[in-house]
C-alpha cells in the first residue's frame, strides 16, 4: 500500500501544471513526391531515406515539421513555424502556422507542411524557428543553430 502512494505522489508530481509551456522537440523531415518522409516505420531506415532526400534535391518535393510541445494550461494556441532559406543567391523566408486548440498536462505532436508551389519557390531550407503562441503572447521557442 505505501508503494502505490508512493508512486501516486511521484507520478501527480511529475504531471504538475506549473510547469511552463515549452517547444519539447522539432523534427524537420523532407518529404518525397508522394509525402513520405519514410519508407518504412523504422527509424534507421527513416534516417536512411532522409539522408537520399538531403543528397537528391529532385526526389523532394516539400518540408514536414514535427514538433512535440507542451502547454499545460488549456486555451487556444498557435504553433508558428519561421523558415529562411535560399535559391541560388537569393535568401528566401516562409512562413507556416497552426491553430491548436488543446492544452494539458502531457506534451503533443503537431505537424506543419512546407510543399508544393510554396516549396519549390523556397529553395533549401537554411534556419528555422518553431514558436508557441497564446494570442500576441509569445510562451515558448525552439530554434536552429543557423537561426
Known sequence: MR???LFLLLVTAGCSSNRPPKVVKVLPHF????????LSPSLYDRDAYQAQLRTK???RSGLRFDVQWRAPQP?????????R?????RVTTAALQRPLDKGGRF???????LSGDRYQQFGDMTAWRVSLWKGEELLAERRSFLW
Open 107 to 113: 506534451s503533443r505532436w503537431s505537424e506543419l507542411e
Open 57 to 59: 534535391p529532385a526526389q
Open 85 to 89: 532559406g535560399a535559391i541560388s543567391n
Open 3 to 5: 508503494w502505490l502512494l
Open 31 to 38: 518529404l518525397d513526391h508522394d509525402g513520405r518522409a519514410a
Open 75 to 83: 486555451g487556444p494556441y498557435e504553433l508558428r513555424v519561421e523558415l
